[in-house]
């Protein structure tokens, strides 16, 4: 009895002393788990007008520069007219730029630097969707309206705002001097709503004959969020650096048909249905690298210690974390290629037993995964002989991963702090598609963000219903602009 009780001493002396490590290598690492954030001092406020501002962007609203994948729905008549009021609104950007057309109706402005080397490439797109339904505006979509403060119509958010504030900071530079020693690309397409392969592709086909290699591109995609990520108090900056890849997959199945008084013991649609439930039930897996891990890198020393403490010892609590990146709609499509059933039809008459049926998924892939390994994964879950899985043309892998821990990045990590010394900058990954992709032929320092200040109900509005931008906002937004500049390329 006395050797197993000095046994259980023995045990429990050892396990206390496991224990004590564990808890000292876990507050060490959380000890070490140092902000990344960059201290910087404000950015220099600059003098502008902010009611013409405003008013140039309402004016640029009224052009209905809808995309549309059908060709006979083209809106060059009003990309043109957008051209001309561009050169017209900003007399000092069309003396100092080289201005080029390029593709249907895409334009390049260069300013010319004064030493060679990467130069500087500032994206948006004059393109925008189309608008369901006009009447449940509270303003009307093209309008170009400036009403309590904000400034309505389609393109305010999604991506107008970025390109007309770009050229009042181009505009606001030239005409006090500014000459940069690096060479400044506005490039600014006309199709990205319906891929860009007209617009932005030819962009950077164009540039890369011309040797911009190594440059430095910006593009819409992030945003300064506030409210939007739990156990954040702070304004969080999300800087994209890589975007999923796009794939529609058709799943089908045939079958005899017949009356629906004599029905097999599944019918097409039910093998069908049978399929969709299977990837339901088994989606792909989930990893935190290679996106999500620089996410909870830059965001984790800004949480509460609790959280902290998780996120500086992934080695140990990865699995924990997972799973409520798992439980939360955005997070999870961050970490895992999503697979969602969009369309399905079949049958033609209530009494008749359908001959075929047919079902629609899209998958949006992380960069750590492939459109073929997508496409093995959906044949082998379904595990079905009888459905028919077929790839729809179109489809594109995911993005490669920009760097995070390079000159470039920290360079628009400090003007967005600049700008708000508050915001928590953190690299995250884009989860639609931009024209961003196009240009990563030319260099791996590409990026997606874009200074607009979105809540949860801002973010609705891309896209959708009321879509505007705070003055004040538009103004932050040229003054962001300016300052990145300067400290880049000036």
């Known amino acids: 009895m006395a050797r197993s009780r000095g046994l259980a001493r023995r045990i429990a002396a050892v396990a206390a002393i496991a224990v004590g490590l564990l808890v000292a290598v876990l507050a060490v690492r959380t000890a070490m788990f140092a902000s990344r954030q960059p201290r910087v001092a404000p950015a220099r406020p600059?003098?502008?007008?902010?009611?013409?501002?405003?008013?140039?962007?309402?004016?640029?609203?009224?052009?209905?520069?809808?995309?549309?994948?059908?060709?006979?729905?083209?809106?060059?008549?009003?990309?043109?007219?957008?051209?001309?009021?561009?050169?017209?609104?900003?007399?000092?950007?069309?003396?100092?730029?080289?201005?080029?057309?390029?593709?249907?109706?895409?334009?390049?402005?260069?300013?010319?630097?004064?030493?060679?080397?990467?130069?500087?490439?500032?994206?948006?797109?004059?393109?925008?969707?189309?608008?369901?339904?006009?009447?449940?505006?509270?303003?009307?979509?093209?309008?170009?309206?400036?009403?309590?403060?904000?400034?309505?119509?389609?393109?305010?958010?999604?991506?107008?705002?970025?390109?007309?504030?770009?050229?009042?900071?181009?505009?606001?530079?030239?005409?006090?001097?500014?000459?940069?020693?690096?060479?400044?690309?506005?490039?600014?397409?006309?199709?990205?709503?319906?891929?860009?392969?007209?617009?932005?592709?030819?962009?950077?086909r164009l540039l890369d004959a011309r040797g911009a290699r190594d440059a430095l591109v910006l593009d819409e995609g992030g945003a300064i969020t506030e409210g939007v990520i739990p156990a954040i108090d702070a304004p969080v900056a999300t800087v994209g650096i890589a975007e999923k890849g796009f794939l529609t997959v058709v799943l089908s199945v045939a079958s005899a048909g017949g009356h629906s008084s004599m029905p097999p013991q599944q019918s097409a649609i039910g093998i069908l249905s049978a399929a969709i439930a299977r990837l339901e039930a088994r989606p792909m897996p989930a990893d935190l690298a290679p996106t999500m891990k620089p996410t909870l890198e830059y965001l984790g020393p800004e949480t509460p210690l609790l959280q902290r403490v998780a996120l500086a010892n992934l080695w140990l609590f990865s699995p924990l974390v997972e799973r409520e990146l798992v439980s939360q709609t955005a997070t999870n499509a961050a970490i895992r290629t999503t697979m969602a059933a969009t369309l399905i039809e079949g049958g033609v008459k209530a009494n008749v037993l359908p001959t075929r049926a047919r079902a629609t998924l899209n998958l949006r892939i992380r960069p750590s995964d492939s459109v073929a390994g997508a496409l093995a994964y959906i044949r082998q879950t379904v595990h079905d002989s009888r459905v028919h899985v077929r790839a729809e043309p179109g489809a594109r892998g995911p993005s490669r991963v920009s760097p995070v821990g390079c000159r470039q990045f920290r360079s628009l990590a400090r003007a967005i702090r600049r700008a708000d010394p508050r915001a928590v900058v953190v690299p995250s990954l884009v989860l639609g598609a931009t024209d961003s992709r196009h240009y990563r032929r030319l260099t791996p320092y590409v990026y997606n963000f874009a200074p607009l200040r979105v809540t949860a109900r801002d973010l609705e509005r891309i896209h959708g219903t009321d879509e505007r931008v705070a003055v004040r906002d538009y103004v932050r937004m040229i003054a962001f602009y300016i300052d990145l500049i300067r400290a880049v390329a000036g």
């Open 46 to 204: 600059v003098d502008l007008d902010a009611a013409a501002a405003a008013h140039r962007l309402a004016s640029a609203l009224r052009f209905r520069t809808i995309s549309s994948a059908d060709p006979s729905a083209s809106q060059q008549a009003d990309l043109h007219a957008l051209h001309a009021f561009l050169a017209d609104a900003f007399p000092r950007v069309r003396a100092a730029l080289v201005r080029e057309h390029v593709g249907d109706g895409s334009l390049l402005l260069t300013l010319r630097g004064a030493q060679a080397g990467p130069p500087l490439v500032l994206a948006a797109h004059l393109d925008v969707v189309a608008v369901d339904d006009e009447r449940r505006w509270s303003q009307p979509p093209f309008d170009g309206r400036v009403v309590d403060g904000y400034v309505w119509g389609r393109g305010a958010m999604d991506d107008k705002a970025s390109a007309l504030a770009l050229m009042e900071a181009i505009e606001w530079l030239v005409t006090r001097g500014f000459r940069p020693k690096r060479t400044i690309h506005l490039a600014f397409g006309h199709d990205e709503e319906i891929g860009g392969a007209r617009g932005a592709s030819a962009i950077a």
